[in-house]
């Protein structure tokens, strides 16, 4: 039976083994040499204290390539820039890609970014309970997450953008805190305003803001699902073309 310890010491060989520096930012990126087919770009949420979220269960489970990334500081991933330096360092990745290959994941804070950074690079995302107006977020959060937001320097609500078309898919599970009930309406109303958009959607009758997939099967079905959701929604906008 492994202990705590040699469980610490596989997390540490996987980065220690995949870690890279791009434009001065350490990820970690797992190339399986299959052709850079899929991609799933993982995003550590709130207080991950510089560790990379989900690292031992994608490097051993999850068949396609894997990028990892921190926001030691709490900034959404936008830090003191909206987001560029971020979206600088993952570009040097997803370049090799195509955009219907590439899944963000991440929940809340986290999901904020997936979601953010799939429509940016018109990709795809898989959230749990994710912020989308971080105006809302702030009217009905907890007091330590108001402070962490109030430390943001350059925020924005994602959507208060608009896009004239994007082929992003979004799979996206919501309970019922009045925190998650907002940024779910934000989420529909930006979907609704965006043509080309799949969401896939789950509604959980629960009253605390959790996380929600069981486990790394649950969530690698919604993966699926969100890559099988892209597939129909791109047979549909060939079908119907943008004018």
């Known amino acids: 039976m492994s202990t705590e310890l040699e469980v610490d010491v596989e997390y540490d060989e996987i980065v220690a083994s995949h870690s890279t520096l791009i434009k001065g930012e350490k990820v970690v990126y797992i190339d399986r040499g299959k052709g850079k087919n899929k991609l799933l770009i993982g995003l550590a949420t709130l207080m991950n204290k510089g560790v990379y979220a989900g690292v031992k269960s994608y490097y051993r489970d999850y068949p396609g390539d894997v990028l990892c990334l921190v926001d030691p500081d709490n900034t959404y991933y936008l830090r003191n820039d909206r987001g560029m330096h971020v979206r600088s360092v993952i570009r040097e990745v997803v370049k090799d890609y195509k955009p219907e290959n590439v899944v963000f ?45 109030d430390e943001i320097e350059q925020k924005y609500n994602i959507d208060d953008f608009s896009f004239k078309s994007r082929n992003s898919v979004i799979g996206a599970v919501f309970g019922q805190h009045p925190m998650d009930a907002v940024n779910r309406d934000a989420l529909f109303k930006l979907c609704s305003k965006t043509p080309g958009v799949g969401l896939i959607f789950g509604n959980a009758f629960d009253f605390e803001h959790k996380y929600y997939y069981q486990g790394l099967n649950g969530f690698l079905k919604m993966v699926d699902m969100v890559f099988a959701h892209r597939e129909l929604m791109g047979g549909i906008h060939v079908k119907f073309p943008r004018v």
């Open 105 to 149: 994941c991440g929940a809340s804070m986290a999901g904020f970014a997936a979601i953010d950074l799939a429509l940016f690079f018109n990709a795809n995302a898989v959230v749990n309970n994710p912020q989308v107006s971080l105006e809302l977020t702030y009217d009905t959060a907890w007091p330590k997450l108001k402070d962490v937001i």
